[in-house]
């Protein structure tokens, strides 16, 4: 049967190139995954991710837990079947939606009673409870139930945050049912502050899991900050070991993360910004509302091979945004994710070929030279 496995094929300085293979089957790195947060990529078909390079998704406990439920999904033969993804899943354990979504929390050493934020329903997450349902689900990479420290914290607030979720992490690892192919990642909290991080990562490493998330960044303490504790965290996390940047989308920000050794992400970035108008393209992202691109009939980007690229220009795009129209979204998402996944393959490329440094001064040049106006709006 198929054993969880993560093999290093590759490396340029500190990063990484490598293959995670999982029950559901394998998926290379550097990756960037799907956003399935209620088992759907907004906008998109999973055909259609799939076709942009995606190979791995991710699916969220607190949503699912409330609508259609576990249970529901279970019977209908799990989170691949349901949502038809056949290739690897993961799942948020629903912490950092409890703490930002639900209703008159109450935290204590159990775990958190909350209202949903659908109907005022009362529910309660533990630990425990957190790595049943995503065994329900049939991910394969379950994530540690913790909390998302809030930011700004006090050194005070930041170690009794993080120090609560190195004990559900503990009681997440006795809870995980081990199966062939299937993982249980720990994730790593502590803030803003190094030694807070640093004992965080020696904490999960005695623990032992099968991979390590970093979560509790980018959340409004800035780039500079976010790469300093990723310097501090990793090292002290075992290198065998996928890791997994949790949250963080920007692509300057995944560059600089891929470069410190770090082989996964996930953000909602591609999708939501194809659904409000932003794209992103080689020479940096554009607002596709802008008058300017109104009489342009380029793609959103002449190197793109996307099929939005392909078929369509900016004056199209333009004017479906403007008349609200549904098919605005969905081209420009589908941009969007394509973009996304050609970024990662060009670093996993970059990675092999020993040219990291040289495709990130080329990114980093062009990025700054920002998007090129149309003689059709002179």
């Not at 640093?198 to 976010?226: N, R």
């Amino acid at each position: 049967m198929t054993k969880f496995n993560f093999k290093i094929t590759a490396t340029s300085q500190k990063a990484r190139r490598g293959q995670v293979t999982t029950a559901h089957g394998s998926f290379e790195t550097p990756a960037f995954m799907a956003t399935a947060t209620a088992a759907t990529i907004k906008a998109m078909t999973p055909e259609a991710v799939r076709a942009t390079g995606a190979e791995l998704a991710i699916c969220n406990t607190y949503h699912l837990m409330l609508r259609p439920t576990a249970e529901r999904v279970a019977e209908l033969g799990g989170v691949h079947k349901f949502m038809n993804w056949p290739g690897p899943i993961v799942t948020d354990s629903g912490g950092y939606q409890v703490m930002s979504l639900a209703n008159l929390r109450k935290i204590t050493e159990q775990g958190v009673a909350f209202k949903s934020h659908l109907d005022g329903s009362e529910h309660t997450l533990s630990a425990e409870r957190s790595v049943e349902i995503q065994k329900l689900l049939d991910a394969d990479i379950s994530m540690c139930f913790d909390e998302c420290t809030p930011h700004p914290a006090t050194p005070e607030q930041a170690a009794a945050s993080m120090r609560m979720s190195m004990r559900w992490a503990e009681r997440c690892k006795t809870a995980f049912v081990e199966r062939p192919g299937y993982a249980l990642f720990g994730i790593a909290q502590g803030s803003i502050y190094a030694d807070l991080r640093e004992e965080s990562a020696h904490k999960l490493s005695s623990i032992g899991f099968d991979g390590y998330g970093i979560g509790g960044l980018a959340v409004g303490e800035g780039q500079e900050t976010m790469l300093a504790m990723l310097d501090v965290t990793i090292p002290h996390l075992p290198s065998e070991k996928p890791r997994y940047l949790m949250g963080v989308g920007k692509p300057d920000d995944i560059i600089g993360a891929v470069m410190r050794g770090i082989d996964m992400f996930d953000c909602v970035m591609p999708t939501r910004s194809g659904r409000t108008g932003q794209g992103f393209t080689s020479r940096g992202s554009i607002n596709i509302r802008n008058a300017r691109h109104s009489r342009d009939p380029r793609p959103l980007d002449e190197r793109c091979q996307c099929p939005t690229c392909q078929q369509y220009g900016r004056a199209y795009l333009h004017h479906l945004f403007r008349a609200e129209e549904m098919l605005g979204p969905i081209l420009l998402t589908w941009h969007n994710l394509h973009y996304y996944q050609d970024l990662m393959r060009s670093l996993r490329k970059a990675i092999e070929e020993k040219e990291l440094e040289l495709f990130v001064d080329t990114f980093m040049a062009e990025q700054a030279c920002g998007d090129i106006e149309s003689i059709y709006n002179d």
